[in-house]
Each structure stands twice: as C-alpha cells, then as structure tokens.
C-alpha cells in the first residue's frame, strides 16, 4: 500500500536537503510515468480515427472530427471529479487507482476496432471512455505542487506536465509504427485491410489499444508500493465554488487555455486538419512532432516562470502563437488550390513550441499568486509563515483544479471548431481567426494581471 506522510515541512531547508527532497523527487517521477501514460490513451483515439474510414468504416468528416473532439470533452469533465477525489483517497493511491483505470478505454478502443459494423454511437462511447485519460492532470500537479518548496515548484510541475505532456506525442508516433505491425500474433485479432488509393495493406488497429496495457498494469502496481500520500486535505465542491469568486482564478484559467487547450486541441485535430488541407502529403509521419515540441518545453516554460516572471513569459507565448496562426492562414491553400504545405508545417511548429513555453509558465502561476497573496495577508493580519504555506497551498491547488478543468476544454472546442467550420464555411478560416483572436485577448490579460508596471500581482 502507498506510504502516507505524517509531517511535510519542504520551506524547511534542513528537512528538505535531509529528508523531503528524495521523498519529492519520488514521487515526482512516479506521477510523471502515471500521467504519460494517461496522455498516452487520452490521444491515441486521434490516430485510430483518421485511419477508420481506410479500413472500411462509414464517416463523414464532421463525425472524425466529433469523434476525436469527445475525448477532450469528457476529460475535461472527469477533472472536475479528479480534482478533488485525490484530496479524500491520498495522492499516491489515487495516482495508482487512476493509472489502472485506463484498461477501460485501451481495452474498449482495442475491441471496437476490429468490426467495421460497429454503429456510431458505440464509437462515441469509446471515444468518451477514451477521456479517462484527461482527468489525470487535475490530480497529479496539484499534488506533486505540494511536495516541492515555492522556489522548485514551477519546474517540478513543468517536469511533471512537460515529460507527462509528451505522452501525446509518443502516442501518436508509437501508435503510427504499431499499427502496421502483426505484434500479438493470433492473440491480438485479425488484421484489417487498409486501402487508400493503389496503397492497399494490412493494419491491426487494435494494437492501438493492447500495446499500453501491460505498461498500465505495472505503473499501477508500482505507484501502490512505492508513492506517498500527503496529509488529505479533503477539497470539496463547495471550495471549489469559493474559489471560483476569486479575479485571479479566472485569469489563470484564461491563460491556461490558451496555451494547454491549443495543446491538446490541436493535437487531436492536426492529422485530420493536415489531411483535409493537404490531401497528397502525408502529413501522419510529422504528426508526433509538434506535441513533442510542446511537452518538452514545458519544463523551460516553468523554468523561465521561476526566473524571468510568469506573466511576462505567458505574454510572449501568447504573441507568438498569435502571429503562427497568422502564418497558418497564409500557408492554406484557397478556393484555386494552391497553399504550402511546408509553411503550414512550419507554422504549427510555431504554435506547439510557443503552447509549450506558455503552458508552464502560466500553469505555475497558480500557486505563487495565491501563496503571494496568502503572505501580504499574514503579514498584515501577524499570522505565522506556516500558517500562510498551508493556505496559499490549499487556494493555489484550488486554482489550479479549476484552470486544468477550463483548459482541458480546448481538446474539445478546437477539433470542434475545425469541424463546425468546416461544415457552416467551407473553410477552416474562421476557425483560425476566431484563435488568433483569443490569443491577442489572453496577451492582454497576462499584460494587465501579471506584467505591467504597478501589476497588483506581477510575477
């Protein structure tokens, strides 16, 4: 069973270099596995769909693009519930409950796959099932936030999230190269037959689904021996809602958005984005490198946080990203044809990187504006240090809950809105502009929050 933590002291400079930094450290690698694997099933849905109809499945493009928008609906759903259950179960037993709770959807997607009379509906549920892996996030930052003192905590998270993160990236890779591949012999099912063009060969989709379970079964063991549970701390809806009256929390859910959701949503969406813009390049080959970008520069995000400021770093990622998406709509090709398909590439690249730097950059803002906050006032009301650690920890966990549950609509509402474009426009052009729009917003409100001189809360 996991192991719980009686006293945790880490702004205690001798119990950290004695005791609490191999503790945290611990921990911290053990989450980071958990939570790959969790991005792991929540985006392998992505390249199974783009492949159904090659197989022999009846879709339109407006359902691909539902079905890969699904997983990011319900995860985000489902970080509501985790957001406060590890608080009650222990952050260590829930990392492990949470890991193996991911047989459900690599299970489910293995099975529907190999019948190409399964009706839609059902894939919608498989696709929802496949959203179990987006509640992990709302349980591990905040958890792992706690074992680290203030001036480790935005790198431990941009390690936490960043090498997490990648999960979507080594799905999408390992998922491309596995699925050609006869890799349980007869165990694994009948392959089907992929048939595009002249290109006609086998495919076994359900390795899509097999290929993580042993790794799932054995992270959850290992958790359950080996991670710590924290002093519970016992978060509820009703803080939640509490926080939710505070300015700051919304600001921060903003900014996470931008960067987080642009990260999830359009990993999910650039292979049937690229494929439905750019029909003759085989853009499936290049889809693991932005969201790998991304994720490995995390850790940098939260790193140039602690040193440079939050708010300025998210600011800049956010211009950034909004002039990609400019370049993005000078690469698309118009009404005649035409387009590049290597500046799109490029300008993609753009966004990912930039989504990277701000998502631990604005993530990390959470917890050193509410522990900021939770000082001033101990300093005016004579409260002790302590006293403040444990409120500003409690309302930064709080409002880092409620921005990873905001966020992780933006795995929902960007394939949404590619498809809804799509379908109302024929084009995917108000899609980008209405991004390029958000992002010029959120570089306002990292500016007026966290970065102009006299800033209430610069950081």
Known sequence: MTIRIQRWE??????????????????????????????????????????????????????????VSIPGLIGA???????????????????????????????????????????????LFVAACCGIGGGASASHLPNISFFFPRSAKGFAMGINAGLG??????????????ISVNLFGWSGGEPQIWGQGGDVHAVWLQNAGYCWTP?????????????????????TPTDQLTAMKHPHTWAICLLYLSSYGTFLGLSAAFPLLSHALFPLHNALAYAFIGPMLCALL??????????????????????????????????????????????????????????????????QL????FMHEALQQ?????????????RGGRNGALAMNISSVGAAFGGFFIPK??????????????????????????????????TRPGAEMRC
Not at 13 to 25: D, E, N, P, S, V
Not at 100 to 105: A, M, Q, R, V, Y
Not at 340 to 345: D, E, G, I
Not at 434 to 449: E, K, N, R
């Open 10 to 67: 880490p702004e205690n400079q001798l119990f950290w270099l004695t005791h609490g930094r191999r503790i945290a450290l611990r921990n911290l690698w053990l989450s980071t596995g958990s939570l790959h694997l969790n991005f792991n099933i929540w985006m392998m849905w992505s390249m199974v769909v783009v492949n159904l109809p090659a197989v022999g499945f009846l879709l339109t493009s407006q359902q691909q693009f539902l079905l």
């Open 77 to 123: 759903i489902m970080r509501i519930l985790y957001s406060w259950a590890w608080s009650w179960v222990g952050g260590g037993m829930w990392m492990a409950l949470s890991t193996l709770f991911l047989l459900i959807p690599a299970l489910g997607v293995a099975h529907v796959v190999q019948d190409i009379a399964t009706p839609f509906p059902m894939l």
């Open 165 to 178: 993160n990648l999960g979507v990236s080594v799905s999408q890779l390992v998922v491309a190269l596995l």
């Open 215 to 235: 790794f799932i079964a054995l992270m959850a063991i290992v958790c359950l021996l080996y991670a710590h549970d924290m002093p519970r701390l016992r978060l």
């Open 298 to 363: 995390r850790p940098l995000g939260g790193w140039l946080g602690d040193h440079i400021g939050g708010g300025i770093t998210t600011m800049i990622s956010n211009v950034l990203m909004a002039i990609g998406t400019i370049g993005v709509l000078l690469a698309m090709p118009g009404a005649a044809g035409g387009g590049s398909f290597w500046l799109f590439l490029a300008m993609v690249q753009v966004i990912f990187i930039a989504a990277g730097i701000g998502n631990g950059s604005s993530y």
């Open 366 to 369: 959470a917890p050193k504006v």
């Open 378 to 390: 101990a300093e005016a009301r004579g409260e002790s240090a302590q006293d403040a650690y444990v």
């Open 417 to 450: 809105s590619f498809g809804s474009a799509l379908s109302w426009f024929n084009s995917f052009v108000p899609a980008f502009a209405l991004f390029f729009v958000f992002y010029v917003l959120s570089t306002l409100v990292a500016w007026l929050c966290y």
